[in-house]
C-alpha cells in the first residue's frame, strides 16, 4: 500500500480532467526542461536538496491525522453531553513549527540540507577534493543549456566553490552528518 | 517644468490595445505627466490599465494614411482579431516596457498618433528625479510621517551585541565628504579611528574604504567590502590601509582577498590608477582572483536572452544556440560560485574575507548578499531579506538610477546601464529552486522587486546613493517600498508558507544542470506558464489549509 503511495500525484484533481478533457502541451522551446531527475538519479549533489513534494505529503497526512484527531474529539464531547464549539482561531497561540513537529513523526529525510549523505560517499567526495573545482568548471563548459539538454554524464562530486589550500580538513568533512542528525532526531541520510 | 508642455493630446477615443494575456480591447486612452491609462467599457466589465511611464523602454510607431485608398481598403481594414480599424489615417505604436511586457495601442488619427508618440519619448525618459513620480505618488492608506525604511545601520550596530568589542560605528562620512556612495554610518575595527579612516578613502577608489558587511556568529569571521586600492602603476602603498586590513584578522593567522577581476584585468588596472593588493605589504592575505562580468557585458547578455526569449520561430536550435550565446546562465552560475567560495572561505575554512572589484558597487554586492544568505538564517525570513537588500543594495550605494536608467529593449545609447540588480534576483531564484522551504518569501516578491528597481511609485531605488536621496528629500516626500511590502495584506502574497526555519547553512549546487533560466521573469508574458501558475497557486493553498487545520488541532491533540 505504501508503494502506491509514492507513485500516487497528490496535486491531482479529477475535477480537472473533465475541465480540460483534451490536454495541450506547450511545444515553443523554452518549454522543454530537461529531466534532471531522470539522467542524474545518482548524482545527489545536483539534486535540490529540500523537496516541495515531500513536504506537501507529509502536511496532507497531518492535515488527515488532525481531522481525525478532531473528530474523534468531537465524538468524545457529544457523548459526555456537551455541545463542541467551534472556534476558528486557535484557543492557545499557535506554536511554533519546531514545538510542532516535536508532537508528530521525525521529520523525513528531504529536509537534510547541504550534508554529505553518507560516510562512504564522504570519503569518495574527499579524493575528489583536490582535482577539478567548479570554478574550472564554469569556463570548461562553454555551453550552459546545452550541455544541460545534452548532457554528458558527470560523477557527483563535493560542492566546492574554489581552491582552498586543503585546509577543509577530513574532520570537518565528517562532523557535518552528525550536525544534521543532532539537528533533526531521527535523519536517514538517504536523498 | 510643466509636464503639460509634452503632452499635446491628452485624451484619445476609440483606441485598441492589444497586451500579452488578454484579449484586445477598445477603449479611450489618456496620458498623463506619469501614466498611460487605458479604460476599457466594453461588455458591460470596466477594465482599466494603468501603466507607469518609466516603465516604458522604447516605443516604435508606424502611421497609415488609408484616406486616399479607403474605398479600396475599407475590408482590409479588419485586423485578425476581429476588431475592425477605422478606414482613414491611423497609426500603431509599440510600446515594450522595462518589465518586458509589449504592448500594442492602434490609434485612430495620425496626428493624435504622432503626438501620444511624442509625449511618451519624452515622458519616460525625465531627467530631473525631483519629476519622477514617487514624488507624487500619495496612497490613501499611508502617511508620509510612516517610518521610513526597515532599518539604519546605527541600529544594526545596536542590536548585534556581539560586534561591540572588536568593531565601532564611525560616522566619520556624515556629510559624505569622505565618501560619497557610502551611508552615514559605517561598521570599522575599533583600533582604526577617523583621520585613518579619511586617509584609507583616499587609497580606495571612490572612497570605497574596506568597512564590515557581514559578522558570522558561529566563528567570529567577518566579510569586508571595499573598492580596489589606488595603487597605481608607481605600486604606492598606504600603511593606514594595510593597518586597517590588520586589525581586521587580528587574531587569525590570515585573511582571504576575492577580486571579482582576472589577474589580467587587476593588473591592467594598474595603468588606470587602480591596482591591487600586492603580496609584499599585505602579506598575511591571501588573494583569490574570480572573474565576475559586469557594465556593458552584463547588459548585452541582457539583450540577447530577452531577444531569444520574444523570438517567434519556435525553433528549438535556434532557441538553444541563443540562449547559449547571450551567456545569462554563466553569469548566474559565476555569481552563485564566487558567493559560495566566500561563503566556504567564511564558514568552513574560518577566515575573514575582504571583497573588491573594482568600484565596489556592483559584483562585490552581488556576492556579498548572496553569501549572506547561504549563511545567515536571519537573511531568509520576508523582513531579513528586505532588510539585507536595504543595507547592502540601497545604503551601501549601488547606483540604481545609473543601471536601471534603461532595459533589454531601449534603443537608446547605453551608459552605465547593468542588469546586476535583476542578476542577484535571478541567483535568489535559484537558490529558492534548490532550497524551496529554507526561504521565508515567494518568487512573487523577487517578481515585484525585479519591476519596482525599473520603475515604481516608491522612492526606495531612487537616486544612486544616501546622499543623492537626502539632498532631494527622498525620505520625506516618498513613500517606502519596503514598508509597503510587509503591510499585512501585501506580506501574504509574498511569503512562502512552505518556510522552515533552519539554522544550517544552504549550499547551492552550481553544477549547470542544476541551474535553470528564471521563466517567471523572462517568460512572464507568455502563455502558456499560466498552468504552471495555476498549480503553484493550488499548492499554497493547499499548504496553507493544511498548515491552519494542523495548528488549530494542536493543542487538542496535546
Known sequence: MSERENYLNPFYSPAYSKAHPVLQPSTLPYHFKFWRNMYHQFDRSMHPRQSILKTVLNLREEGRKAESALQALENRLLQLGVTPVVTSDPPAPPPTRDQHCNTLPARPDSLILGAPINHKEVERQEEEFDQEEVGEEATESTDTERSVEGSSGTDSRKQSYGELDGTYSSELAKEEPAAVSLEFGVARMTC | ?558
Open chain 2, 1 to 558: 517644468m510643466e509636464f503639460s508642455e509634452h503632452i499635446k493630446t491628452a485624451n484619445v477615443e476609440d483606441v485598441v490595445l492589444r497586451q500579452p494575456l488578454h484579449p484586445p480591447g477598445r477603449g479611450t486612452l489618456c496620458i498623463t505627466g506619469h501614466h498611460l491609462l487605458f479604460s476599457d467599457r466594453e461588455e458591460g466589465s470596466w477594465r482599466q490599465v494603468l501603466l507607469l511611464l518609466r516603465n516604458i523602454d522604447a516605443i516604435e510607431k508606424s502611421v497609415e494614411n488609408l484616406l486616399t485608398c479607403s474605398g479600396l481598403f475599407s475590408n482590409a481594414g479588419l485586423s485578425q482579431s476581429g476588431v475592425s480599424r477605422l478606414p482613414g489615417s491611423s497609426g500603431t505604436i509599440t510600446i515594450k516596457c522595462k518589465d518586458l511586457r509589449v504592448l500594442q495601442l492602434d490609434i485612430p488619427g495620425m496626428e493624435e498618433c504622432l503626438n501620444i508618440a511624442r509625449s511618451i519619448e519624452t515622458l519616460s525618459c525625465l531627467d530631473s528625479m525631483s519629476e519622477l513620480y514617487p514624488f507624487f505618488y500619495r496612497p490613501s492608506n499611508a502617511s508620509l510621517r510612516d517610518q521610513w525604511g526597515l532599518s539604519s545601520l546605527e541600529r544594526h550596530y545596536s542590536q548585534m551585541k556581539e560586534l561591540h568589542d572588536r568593531w565601532r560605528l564611525s560616522t566619520v562620512n556624515r556629510d559624505f565628504s569622505v565618501c560619497p556612495s557610502y551611508p552615514q554610518a559605517v561598521i570599522v575595527p575599533k583600533s582604526t579611528d577617523d583621520d585613518m579612516l579619511e586617509k584609507v578613502a583616499k587609497f580606495r577608489q571612490g572612497g570605497r574604504f574596506p568597512v564590515l558587511c557581514y559578522y558570522h556568529k558561529k566563528n567570529g569571521m567577518v566579510i569586508m567590502r571595499s573598492s580596489q586600492p589606488l595603487t597605481g602603476a608607481n605600486r604606492k602603498r598606504c600603511r593606514e590601509d594595510e593597518q586597517l586590513l590588520q586589525a581586521v584578522i587580528d587574531g587569525s593567522d590570515k585573511g582571504y582577498i576575492i577580486d571579482t577581476r582576472s589577474s589580467q584585468q587587476a593588473l591592467q588596472a594598474r595603468m588606470t590608477g587602480g591596482g591591487l593588493e600586492s603580496k609584499s605589504c599585505y602579506s598575511s592575505w591571501k588573494r583569490l582572483q574570480r572573474q565576475m562580468e559586469r557594465g556593458k557585458a552584463l547588459q548585452e547578455s541582457l539583450i540577447k536572452l530577452v531577444e531569444a526569449c520574444g523570438d517567434e520561430s519556435n525553433n528549438m536550435d535556434r532557441w538553444l544556440s541563443k540562449l547559449e550565446n547571450s551567456k545569462w546562465l554563466s553569469h548566474v552560475q559565476t555569481a552563485l560560485s564566487t558567493a559560495g567560495l566566500l561563503a566556504e572561505c567564511v564558514e568552513r575554512d574560518g577566515h575573514s574575507v575582504l571583497v573588491h572589484g573594482s568600484e565596489g558597487t556592483d559584483s562585490t554586492l552581488l556576492i556579498s548578499t548572496l553569501a549572506q544568505l547561504i549563511m545567515d538564517p536571519s537573511c531568509r525570513t520576508l523582513e531579513g531579506f528586505l532588510t539585507l537588500l536595504e543595507r547592502e543594495w540601497v545604503q551601501a550605494g549601488h547606483p540604481f538610477q545609473q543601471r536601471c536608467a534603461h532595459s533589454a529593449h531601449s534603443h537608446a545609447r547605453l551608459q552605465q546601464e547593468s542588469p546586476v540588480f535583476l542578476l542577484l534576483l535571478d541567483c535568489v531564484w535559484q537558490l529558492w529552486r534548490q532550497f524551496p522551504l529554507a526561504l521565508g518569501f515567494s518568487e512573487a516578491l523577487l517578481l515585484r522587486l525585479a519591476t519596482e528597481a525599473y520603475a515604481s511609485d516608491y522612492g526606495t531605488f531612487l537616486g544612486n546613493n544616501q546622499q543623492e536621496r537626502c539632498a532631494l528629500g527622498v525620505k520625506e516626500n516618498t513613500y517606502c517600498l519596503f514598508q509597503a511590502l510587509l503591510r499585512p495584506r501585501e506580506r501574504d502574497c509574498y511569503s512562502n508558507p512552505l518556510y522552515e526555519h533552519t539554522e544550517l547553512a544552504i549550499w547551492p549546487s552550481v553544477h549547470p544542470q542544476s541551474l535553470q533560466l528564471w521563466r517567471g521573469f523572462f517568460l512572464r508574458w507568455t502563455p502558456q506558464t499560466h498552468h504552471l501558475e495555476e498549480a503553484q497557486e493550488e499548492i499554497r493553498n493547499m499548504v496553507i489549509e493544511w498548515g491552519k487545520l494542523a495548528l488549530s488541532s494542536c493543542p487538542a491533540s496535546t
